[in-house]
Every structure is written in C-alpha cells, then in structure tokens.
C-alpha cells in the first residue's frame, strides 16, 4: 500500500516570499502520478501541479513549481512570490498508472498562511 | 459548462437516521469516488467506482453504501451504522478505465455533514 506523508502541519511566510512545502512517499511501483491540490476556505480540491513519475523534468505551472526526487520518493512544492489568495491547505497526493481506478492516496495537509 | 455537483452543502442526521448524500457529473467520466475529510486531515477514500453497476470499497467503507444505476450519479448513503459521520464529504469523478495521458481527479464542492 502507498502512504503519504505531509511533515509540516502548519507554515507561514510573509507575502512575496518564497515557501516550499515537503512531502515523502513510501510505494514500489515505478510509474505513478504525484499531485499537489490546494483547499482553500472554501473548501473546494483545486489542482496545482501534476507530476508523472517517468518524467525527470520537474513540473511548473506559473509561481509553482516541484523539485522531484524519485530515488528518495520526495515531491515538494515551491511557491514564488506568494500572495494572499494562497493561503490554504495544500495536499500532497499519489495516483498509481496503469489499468484500475485512479484512486488518490493522500498525506495529512499542510496548513499555509500568506501574511500581509 | 461541465463540472460535478454535489448537493446538499450542508446536511444534518439525526441519531439512527440513514442519509444520502448526492454527487452528479456530466463530464462523461467512467469512474467516481467518494473522500471523507475530517477536521485538519487528508481525504480517506470511502468508496469509488469505476463504470455502471459496479463499485469497490474504499479504506473506510463501514457504515456507508453506494449505488452507480447511472452514469452521472453516484449517491452516498451514510448508514445509521456509522456511528461518526460528522465531517465533509468530497465526490470526484476521473476517465476511469479508458485511460488518458492527462490522469487526474476533478472534485465536487462538497457536502458538510453534522450529527444532531
């Protein structure tokens, strides 16, 4: 079975400043997708970023950004001149590939406050 | 404009009551899921299903049912059995079987479920 695991609980960072947020695995298979999802107040699962585990490039999307290690199963996530509205909880999740339910295992949150 | 629904936002059971929570998509996706998040924590897959008229078990099946008649639906009933129901419940949907190279979850609102 896979686990993942979100180390920090609770970080905060001044606005503009740059943050990164950890999150380690534990699985044995070989291909696999690794997702960050951010859950705003409202509560909503919004996608940040999609890492496909075959791939060596990390994955950016704009101010966000992943530094993949798959040999030490980490995949932490880099936020660049943070603002206000990313202030949310951020889940790390993982998403074997092949044939069978996409089912997403993920870690506990890390709860992220951008302060003005 | 596609999307998933779920209704009601906020929903309330009384003791040994039986509630059934509502999740539709018409994004045309084989499979659905549904994640229990409690206060502070990451979502624990309940139950998921991958095409009409079948689904699996989750992590923490107990004390909930589903049922997948159509495509678009997949309702969650939580049962009188399930003795801590109170916490926010997600559905998403995903491809399913036939698999895709852009592999992710798309998620619901969610619904707020407390015990009176």
């Known amino acids: 079975a896979q686990t993942v695991t979100q180390s920090q609980p609770e970080m905060s960072v001044q606005e503009a400043e740059t943050v990164t947020l950890s999150c380690t695995y534990d699985?044995?298979?070989?291909?696999?997708?690794l997702f960050w999802y951010k859950q705003p107040p409202s509560r909503q699962m919004i996608l940040v970023i999609r890492?496909?585990?075959?791939?060596?490039q990390n994955a950016t999307e704009n101010r966000f950004s992943v530094n993949f290690q798959k040999a030490a199963k980490s995949f932490s996530l880099k936020i660049s001149d943070s603002q206000l509205g990313d202030t949310a909880m951020y889940f790390c999740?993982?998403?074997?590939?092949?044939?069978?339910?996409?089912?997403?295992?993920f870690g506990q949150g890390t709860r992220l406050t951008i302060n003005p | 404009d596609g999307g998933i629904t779920q209704s009601p936002k906020y929903l309330f059971r009384k003791e040994g009551q039986n509630v059934t929570l509502s999740c539709e998509q018409n994004?045309?996706?084989?499979?659905m899921y549904w994640y229990r998040q409690d206060p502070g924590q990451g979502l624990r897959l309940i139950y998921y299903?991958?095409?009409?008229?079948?689904?699996q078990k989750g992590d923490i099946a107990e004390g909930y049912s589903v049922s997948r008649e159509k495509k678009e639906s997949f309702p969650l009933t939580v049962t009188s059995a399930q003795k801590n129901p109170t916490a926010f419940y997600l559905c998403?949907?995903?491809?399913?079987?036939?698999?895709?190279?852009?592999?992710?979850?798309?998620f619901g609102s969610g619904t707020q479920l407390s015990v009176l």
């Open positions: 998403a949907s995903s491809t399913g079987p036939r698999r895709t190279r852009n592999e992710k979850l798309f």
């Open positions: 999740a993982f998403m074997k590939q092949g044939q069978g339910a996409q089912k997403l295992v």
């Open positions: 994004l045309n996706h084989d499979a």
């Open positions: 699985t044995s298979e070989n291909n696999y997708y």
């Open positions: 890492q496909e585990a075959y791939k060596q």
């Open positions: 299903s991958q095409i009409v008229n079948d689904f």
